[in-house]
């Protein structure tokens, strides 16, 4: 074997097992350590008078098919009405939206509506409500995820614990379709969620909470950055950098539906790429050492799996070399050839009106990787504006 021969089956290994490692064996792993374990925080009870006060801070833009039921979720709780105040910062909305928080506004005290005459993005409208919030804890969330009873206090019971900076929710997905992603999507979260959840159960130290439902010490709040895309997680790890624990609350239960077509969650994925490299420079002292349970949880759930679409690269680069010299690594080199070309079979079969489910996986696998190669791209290039067009609701 050459050198350069040597180098390429090298190069297959480390790109295989690092893929490997961020999808099939880290969860195991997870799996593993957690089995004998629970949360054993004390927690506020739901009659406790002592409980925080909250402000909820939700940034808008042409939200009005999702905001009227987000304001009744939100106020259909067990959560002492007295101790909430709700935000809504309205970016420049052209819809109906800023007429019906104001019909609400008229009736609930609590809720209180700043309208952005410019688009300013989610984390420039997150960061100015917070400077206006009173209160100790801040819940933050999306219009199109919606509440619970309990939602509120499953958020907040954890804050007895003074070394508790931040609680994540657990977005479930209410309906799914078989000629979209959603399913896909449902799988990949329910996962997520899971993942997290042991991550804080282990170490205190989940990962990046989902944006659309979770809530924080306002002593642990810091404003993102202009242009930054994914403030849920930028918030997340400046809470772990500055010493507080990250949990996943399982019981904090609240409902989303999730993107059903493709050409949607692809853009969605893409932004989230942009805003994952952005705060892998800005994190990435947090990287060591790497066997912290909070690096070690970094690297495995998120840097091994944000560099996915190159390792992908690598490996059929290196297996494509290699297979000039070994039968076996060309059958690996056309195996992978095979699995990236699933994805227009796929868009063919669909346009049949055939969905396969197995089939429809392994597009979105390949899919999602190349979302987050074009979000490194777009990185690269730099970020000029981290403004935003929601997801299409109701597909």
């Given amino acids: 074997m050459t050198s350069l021969q040597l180098f390429c089956f090298i190069v297959f290994i480390i790109s295989t097992l690092c893929l490997m490692h961020s999808y099939v064996f880290f969860p195991l792993i997870l799996d593993l350590l957690s089995s004998s374990k629970e949360l054993i925080d004390p927690v506020f009870e739901e009659t406790d008078e002592n409980l925080p006060t909250i402000s909820i801070l939700l940034a808008v833009y042409n939200e009005e098919k999702v905001i009227e039921e987000k304001l009744r979720s939100t106020f259909k709780t067990s959560y002492p009405i007295h101790k909430i105040e709700f935000l809504i910062g309205s970016d420049a909305s052209t819809d109906q939206s800023n007429e019906i928080i104001r019909k609400y506004a008229a009736i609930l005290p609590q809720v209180k509506l700043i309208e952005f005459e410019g688009r300013t993005g989610k984390s420039g409208i997150i960061n100015r409500l917070a400077e206006l919030a009173k209160n100790e804890i801040f819940v933050l969330t999306d219009a199109n995820v919606f509440f619970k009873e309990s939602t509120l206090y499953q958020l907040v019971k954890r804050y007895k614990n003074p070394e508790i900076a931040l609680v994540g929710g657990n977005i479930l997905n209410r309906r799914f379709k078989k000629d979209g992603i959603s399913l896909q999507e449902k799988s990949y979260l329910s996962r997520e969620n899971k993942i997290k959840y042991q991550e804080g159960l282990l170490w205190g130290a989940m990962i990046g909470a989902f944006g659309g439902c979770y809530s924080i010490r ?23 950098e500055n010493g507080g624990k990250t949990l996943n609350e399982l019981d904090a239960l609240c409902y989303e539906d999730v993107s059903n077509k493709i050409s949607e969650e692809f853009r969605r994925k893409v932004r989230i790429s942009i805003g994952n490299f952005q705060n892998f420079g800005r994190y990435a002292r ?3 050492p790497p066997w912290n349970g909070r690096a ?7 840097v091994f799996r944000w560099l996915g679409p190159f390792f992908l690269l690598l490996m ?4 494509g070399y290699l297979g000039m010299k070994t039968f076996f690594f060309m059958l690996l080199f056309l195996g992978q050839v095979l699995l990236m070309l699933l994805p227009i079979v796929d ?13 429809r996986f392994i597009s979105h696998f390949y899919l999602m990787n190349l979302a987050l ?6 990185y690269a290039k730099g970020v000029e504006s981290n403004v935003w067009k929601p997801t299409q609701r109701y597909q």
């Fill in 218 to 240: 306002a002593s642990y709040f810091a404003p993102v950055p202009r242009n930054f895309f994914m403030d849920d997680f930028y918030i997340t790890m400046h809470a772990l």
């Fill in 286 to 288: 947090l990287l060591w």
């Fill in 296 to 302: 070690f949880a970094f690297w495995s759930h998120k």
């Fill in 316 to 319: 059929l680069a290196s297996s």
């Fill in 347 to 359: 868009t063919m079969l669909k346009k049949l009106n055939i969905h396969v489910s197995l089939l």
């Fill in 373 to 378: 190669l074009i979000g490194f791209i777009k």
